[in-house]
């Protein structure tokens, strides 16, 4: 039921190499979350946007990820430097926000880390 | 510990039969969402709800934000509800706030 699209579905990167992912969340969304779910299946929240703008992040993303939502272009999460720990699934969702906050998936993107 | 308690954590049906999920929430919560995640990995949205119950076909959904809980009822098992099913509490501090997520219930519904 969603057309939040993710690429690429798939991506092996070896340590310290860096890993991107795009994310083109529904359209008229302004609001988008990336998420990271290990195998083990917790969500660990990173980052959210509204049009441009972050809203939150965490520490970790703040240091060592970059993600950017510009306007007319995929939104990104970039891994600058991966490490083991980073292989997990990078989900992107979308929503209108405010109080119809229902949140729409991507498929994801996979990463494993060598 | 956990803001989001989700029980059971693995649930075993027969075709036909009904059962309810549960999560406990440890703080103030705005609204709760439902999720069932297939094999590939995609997350479908089931409910949204910030207070009352919603039903869509074989499943109804409450939550109770005074007793921070909410369930999620699976009428007439079929196979397709197959999937682990996550609810995800949104924090009470403003709007577009992020989720939490319970750890899933592991479904399976067998002929």
């Known amino acids: 039921n969603s057309k939040v699209i993710q690429t690429p579905r798939y991506l092996v990167k070896g340590q310290g190499q860096k890993a991107k992912m795009r994310c083109i969340p529904e359209?008229?969304?302004?609001?988008v979350f990336w998420y990271q779910q290990n195998k083990n299946n917790e969500f660990k929240f990173l980052i959210n946007?509204?049009?441009?703008?972050?809203?939150?992040q965490i520490d970790m993303t703040e240091k060592r990820f970059s993600a950017e939502c510009p306007s007319n272009s995929p939104c990104s999460l970039e891994i600058q430097s991966s490490e083991a720990g980073d292989s997990a699934l990078y989900l992107c969702?979308?929503?209108?926000?405010?109080?119809?906050?229902?949140?729409?998936f991507g498929e994801g993107s996979k990463l494993t880390v060598l | 510990g956990d803001q989001v308690e989700q029980s059971p954590s693995a649930l075993s049906l027969h075709e036909g039969t009904s059962s309810a999920l549960r999560c406990n929430f440890t703080?103030?919560?705005?609204?709760v969402q439902w999720f069932r995640q297939n094999s590939r990995g995609s997350l479908i949205n089931l409910f949204y709800?910030?207070?009352g119950t919603k039903e869509n076909g074989r499943l109804k959904s409450a939550f109770d934000s005074k007793e921070l809980y909410s369930t999620l009822h699976i009428r007439d098992a079929q196979l397709e509800d197959s999937g682990t099913y996550f609810c995800a509490a949104e924090d009470s501090g403003g709007s577009n706030a992020k989720l939490t997520f319970g750890k899933g219930t592991k479904l399976s519904v067998k002929s």
């Open positions: 359209k008229g969304h302004p609001v």
């Open positions: 969702a979308s929503s209108l926000g405010g109080n119809t906050g229902q949140l729409y």
């Open positions: 946007f509204q049009n441009q703008e972050v809203l939150q």
């Open positions: 703080t103030t919560t705005r609204s």
């Open positions: 709800l910030a207070s």
